[in-house]
């Protein structure tokens, strides 16, 4: 691979393909490029480790130069992380927030099945908790926002595993239910593979969603910690949007279909928000 050649392979998703909002209208439009720069990297780094195309070594191989591109080892290779590079320079942000990211990319790129939720709560810590704790750092948000933060990331990262459990196993053989939850259950793998959930498979599901639902709990502390005004009710309409997922998921069937939020959803968790702002 020669020096100019990118590794980066675009899906073709983009912002408005998540469940959340990425540096929506509410963040400070001098802060905008910042967030999107950084979406940017995440989202290719994404598209390299779940790539069906890519063998793993490859895979891992590409995110390496990635970051090296990202922390000035190398010049060329990759166009986001060379922009994000020049991102954190101005903002003067840990780039720990993106390496972070690599760790479990690199995971996705080798990891098929997790043993426990232990090991899934690991696997959060460096896939989901370094984007929340990357945006607080831009804004100047004191460490004390970094504990609810980091539950609301790994909940609105179980609840997308629990969105695209059909998914991921189809395209990627790769299952992030625990394995032990599973078995507690009396469900496996070849459940996944029907048209319906059974009845154990929604068990698991469900004692999922009740992890999520402590961790939901504790991240309702982000927004009252949250100075910023701004991203003071970004973080509340998140939070209330990961709850609402979280009931829809209690009810709706992700095997049968993709269960996500709708515009009604949205509205009632803008509105909800609006009593964090003094």
């Not at 970094?146 to 196993?169: F, V």
């Not at 009604?264 to 009593?275: E, Y």
């Amino acid at each position: 691979m020669s020096a100019a050649t990118s590794v980066e392979e675009w899906s073709g998703k983009d912002r408005g393909d998540e469940n959340f909002p990425v540096g929506s209208l509410l963040i400070a439009p001098r802060l905008r490029p910042h967030v999107h720069a950084y979406y940017a990297f995440a989202r290719n780094a994404d598209d390299i480790a779940d790539s069906p195309a890519l063998a793993p070594e490859d895979k891992v191989a590409r995110l390496d130069v990635m970051e090296d591109v990202l922390l000035g080892r190398r010049e060329d290779g990759s166009p986001s992380a060379t922009k994000l590079r020049a991102s954190l320079a101005i903002t003067g942000v840990d780039p720990v927030h993106a390496t972070d990211l690599l760790i479990a990319f690199r995971d996705d790129a080798t990891k098929l099945r997790y043993a426990s939720l232990a090991e899934l709560m690991a696997y959060c810590r460096h896939s989901a908790a370094p984007v929340g704790r990357y945006v607080l750092s831009l804004h100047g948000e004191a460490a004390d926002t970094w504990p609810p933060s980091d539950a609301l990331c790994a909940a609105l990262q179980i609840l997308n595993h629990l969105q695209d459990i059909r998914r991921d196993l189809d395209t990627l053989d790769r299952c992030y239910l625990p394995a032990d939850l599973l078995a507690a259950h009396g469900s496996g793998i070849d459940d996944i593979r029907g048209r319906a959930e059974t009845p154990g498979l929604r068990r698991v599901i469900a004692a999922l969603l009740d992890h999520c639902d402590t961790l939901a709990a504790t991240a309702e502390d982000l927004p009252r910690r949250t100075r910023d005004r701004r991203l003071r009710l970004e973080t509340a309409v998140i939070t209330g949007l990961a709850r609402r997922l979280a009931r829809r998921l209690r009810t709706g069937d992700p095997i049968a279909t993709r269960v996500k939020l709708t515009k009604v959803d949205a509205i009632g968790a803008v509105l909800s928000a609006l009593r964090y702002l003094p």
